[in-house]
């Protein structure tokens, strides 16, 4: 079955940086749009990021555009999501997501897999 398991969470001050890596199997990668969403205590899930099935289109939200890079290396089936300058705003459990559609997609809806999520929590 299709299994995404995210890793690479943790506590970090404000201006840190993390690198959260998703980890897919079950599916064929290369062919899937990948996500990142995130949810913090009592706020609806948001689009954070999301990349083509082969790297070349990437999208952003507003709020971390600038600071996120979002990257995939399809031989190692694997996404990433590195988070630089970080901001206690940015608190919540990260979510990847795996959408067999071509376009790139903001929408929860749009995405056919999830991850369980890894916390990411920013000190002040």
């Known amino acids: 079955q299709v299994q995404l398991v995210e890793s690479g969470g943790g506590l970090v001050q404000a201006g840190g940086s993390l690198r959260l890596s998703c980890a897919a199997s079950?599916?064929?990668?290369?062919?899937?749009?990948m996500g990142w969403f995130r949810q913090a205590p009592g706020k609806v899930r948001e689009f954070v990021t999301a990349?083509?099935?082969?790297?070349?289109?990437?999208y952003y939200a507003d709020s971390v555009k600038g600071r996120f890079t979002i990257s995939r290396e399809n031989a190692k089936n694997t996404v990433y999501l590195q988070m630089n300058s970080l901001k206690p705003e940015d608190t919540a459990v990260y979510y990847c997501?795996?959408?067999?559609?071509?376009?790139?997609?903001?929408?929860?809806?749009?995405?056919?897999?999830w991850g369980q999520g890894t916390q990411v929590t920013i000190s002040s």
């Open positions: 079950g599916l064929t990668f290369s062919t899937y749009g």
């Open positions: 997501a795996a959408d067999f559609r071509v376009a790139i997609t903001t929408l929860p809806t749009g995405y056919n897999y």
């Open positions: 990349i083509s099935w082969s790297g070349g289109s990437t």
